[in-house]
């Protein structure tokens, strides 16, 4: 597992790349906590585009840092989830508490609230 960071705007965007399991699960958590420390950041987007699997130990990172955010007054959003991994965060409820979007700018225009609506004519 590997997780490369950038700031965009006022987020802190997490890219987790590999496998997110039993083994892998503390270092993403105290990585993503301490880099939102060391940024001073409160809000994040994870990115999950590299991610090609993910067990209920990675359900755990996610929802620890939704909680740990919403405690601070932060948002949270995940994005680019395969179909997998959406499923996955659909059946656990993660995707009743947290936004998802396709991609890490649209997620970050959620968190700041420019929400792009889509209406057919």
């Not at 705007?9 to 997110?20: F, H, S």
């Amino acid at each position: 597992m590997e997780v490369n960071f950038r700031v965009y705007e006022n987020i802190l965007i997490a890219c987790v790349k590999g496998e997110v399991d039993h083994h892998s699960a503390a270092p993403l958590r105290h990585t993503i906590d301490e880099s939102m420390q060391i940024f001073g950041l409160d809000n994040l987007v994870m990115d999950f585009s590299g991610v090609d699997f993910m067990d209920s130990s990675g359900i755990g990172v996610i929802l620890g840092r939704y909680k740990r955010i919403s405690k601070s007054g932060g948002s949270f959003c995940i994005s680019g989830c395969s179909g997998y991994i959406e499923k996955l965060l659909e059946m656990s409820g993660v995707l009743s508490l947290i936004p998802a979007a396709e991609d890490y700018e649209s997620a970050a225009d959620i968190i700041n609230g420019r929400q792009q609506i889509c209406l057919e004519v």
